[in-house]
């Protein structure tokens, strides 16, 4: 989600942990249409994102720590601790997003080292989320930037942005469902090839603190759009990432997509199942080449129009469950119903009550990902 004001431009069952033997670690352009194993229709991930740690962060990667708003009771934010377990409890969510802004772990400082106190904050969040069972992401929701300056690109050196990772990562090495969201939609990134070779610091440096197993999403270019993920040339750019041993396991990409007149997520209709212009196209490449995708951000408004599409994305990707692990809607936490993405929750004493969305299409209990694609 590219700001709080603006909105998002473009953007369990257990899952296998071994890459695919058909990845042969060079690029693969198949041929002929790879259709989807007998075994998928199931999603393996679904949930969505608990925002507030990220308030006051701008698409240039500003993120004044003052700014931000814990989506938690204890500090005067909405009951996102009650948000999560309505979610896990009522609709059978297992997987949670929790951005937050990098200035706000390190009291913007441009560094790699946390600030103790604003750490503390955020562990809350994540250790409730752990609490009950759940995938948690934790997203560093920066665009690839710090105050403006890209990353590795002019920006913060590779090393410092690994040290953030390495103390991040040290900290929940033994949470097996702890997932590592490495930066939220990077965009208009010079070098790709070069952006690649930061994001592989950042994985080996997760690795290196003894996080071994759990999974990392890999973020391209173009606000990880889903649509130009491979023709944008993050898929071929990031497909060379490896883990210590040299392995891919667990090693996912970051997609975003959605389904307004512009694919920025600002409007309240949606015009697009995206399954043509998107998804068909990713998960033959994610198919030939032998890896999986995650959809972090998806959504729209609460609206008929909306329902309809976003059902139909999602029950594309359920028929694709072999490559796309599943989807995270956008956004509850610490936005106000009124919100045009809002997935808020509302509560009338201990009965939580979901938006029409959520209800309808998000919901592992709604049935869309056993419902027709057109």
């Given at each position: 989600?590219?700001?709080?004001?603006?909105?998002?431009?473009?953007?369990?069952?257990?899952?296998?942990?071994?890459?695919?033997?058909?990845?042969?670690?060079?690029?693969?352009?198949?041929?002929?249409?790879?259709?989807?194993?007998?075994?998928?229709?199931?999603?393996?991930?679904?949930?969505?994102?608990?925002?507030?740690?990220?308030?006051?962060?701008?698409?240039?990667?500003?993120?004044?720590?003052?700014?931000?708003?814990?989506?938690?009771?204890?500090?005067?934010?909405?009951?996102?601790?009650?948000?999560?377990?309505?979610?896990?409890?009522?609709?059978?969510?297992?997987?949670?997003?929790?951005?937050?802004?990098?200035q706000?772990?390190?009291?913007?400082l441009?560094?790699?080292?946390?600030?103790?106190?604003?750490?503390?904050?955020y562990?809350?969040?994540?250790?409730?989320?752990?609490?009950?069972?759940?995938?948690?992401?934790?997203?560093?929701?920066?665009?690839?930037?710090?105050?403006?300056?890209?990353?590795?690109?002019?920006?913060?050196?590779?090393?410092?942005?690994?040290?953030?990772?390495?103390?991040?990562?040290?900290?929940y090495?033994?949470?097996?469902?702890l997932i590592?969201?490495?930066?939220?939609?990077?965009?208009?990134?010079?070098?790709?090839?070069?952006?690649?070779?930061?994001?592989?610091?950042?994985?080996?440096a997760?690795?290196?603190?003894?996080?071994?197993?759990?999974?990392?999403?890999?973020p391209?270019?173009?606000?990880?759009?889903?649509?130009?993920?491979?023709?944008?040339?993050?898929?071929?750019?990031?497909?060379?990432?490896?883990?210590?041993?040299?392995?891919?396991?667990?090693?996912?990409?970051?997609?975003?997509?959605?389904?307004?007149?512009?694919?920025?997520?600002?409007?309240?209709?949606?015009?697009?199942?995206?399954?043509?212009?998107?998804?068909?196209?990713?998960?033959?490449?994610?198919?030939?080449?032998?890896?999986?995708?995650l959809?972090?951000?998806?959504?729209?408004?609460?609206?008929?129009?909306?329902?309809?599409?976003?059902?139909?994305?999602?029950?594309?990707?359920?028929?694709?469950?072999?490559?796309?692990?599943?989807?995270?809607g956008?956004?509850?936490g610490?936005?106000?119903?009124?919100?045009?993405?809002?997935?808020?929750?509302?509560?009338?004493?201990?009965?939580?009550?979901?938006?029409?969305?959520?209800?309808?299409?998000?919901?592992?209990?709604?049935?869309?990902?056993?419902?027709?694609?057109?």
């Amino acid at each position: 989600m590219f700001s709080i004001v603006i909105g998002a431009l473009f953007g369990l069952v257990a899952f296998s942990t071994a890459t695919p033997a058909s990845d042969s670690g060079a690029v693969q352009n198949c041929k002929k249409t790879l259709p989807p194993p007998s075994s998928a229709g199931k999603l393996s991930h679904t949930g969505i994102n608990i925002a507030g740690f990220d308030f006051g962060c701008g698409t240039d990667g500003t993120c004044k720590a003052a700014a931000a708003w814990p989506p938690l009771t204890q500090f005067y934010g909405n009951d996102g601790a009650g948000q999560i377990k309505h979610f896990v409890k009522n609709d059978r969510f297992n997987t949670f997003r929790l951005p937050v802004g990098w200035q706000f772990l390190t009291n913007n400082l441009k560094s790699g080292v946390l600030s103790s106190a604003n750490f503390a904050k955020y562990d809350a969040l994540v250790q409730t989320c752990l609490g009950t069972g759940s995938y948690c992401i934790i997203d560093i929701h920066n665009y690839a930037r710090f105050n403006g300056m890209i990353i590795g690109q002019g920006g913060p050196s590779d090393t410092t942005f690994a040290r953030l990772w390495s103390n991040i990562a040290s900290h929940y090495k033994s949470q097996s469902k702890l997932i590592f969201g490495i930066m939220n939609e990077p965009h208009d990134i010079p070098n790709i090839n070069i952006w690649a070779k930061s994001v592989q610091k950042a994985v080996t440096a997760i690795r290196s603190a003894g996080a071994l197993d759990q999974m990392i999403l890999l973020p391209g270019n173009n606000w990880t759009s889903a649509a130009a993920f491979v023709s944008g040339g993050s898929a071929s750019a990031l497909h060379k990432i490896v883990n210590l041993d040299g392995s891919k396991d667990n090693l996912v990409f970051d997609v975003h997509q959605y389904l307004d007149s512009d694919r920025s997520g600002t409007h309240s209709e949606c015009v697009t199942n995206n399954i043509e212009e998107a998804w068909r196209p990713l998960t033959q490449w994610l198919r030939c080449n032998g890896r999986r995708a995650l959809n972090s951000e998806t959504g729209g408004g609460n609206t008929a129009s909306c329902a309809t599409f976003l059902c139909q994305q999602i029950a594309f990707q359920a028929r694709n469950s072999d490559v796309i692990l599943g989807y995270v809607g956008w956004a509850a936490g610490n936005f106000g119903t009124k919100y045009v993405l809002s997935e808020v929750p509302t509560t009338n004493g201990t009965v939580w009550t979901d938006t029409t969305l959520v209800r309808r299409c998000l919901s592992p209990k709604s049935g869309s990902q056993r419902g027709p694609i057109s």
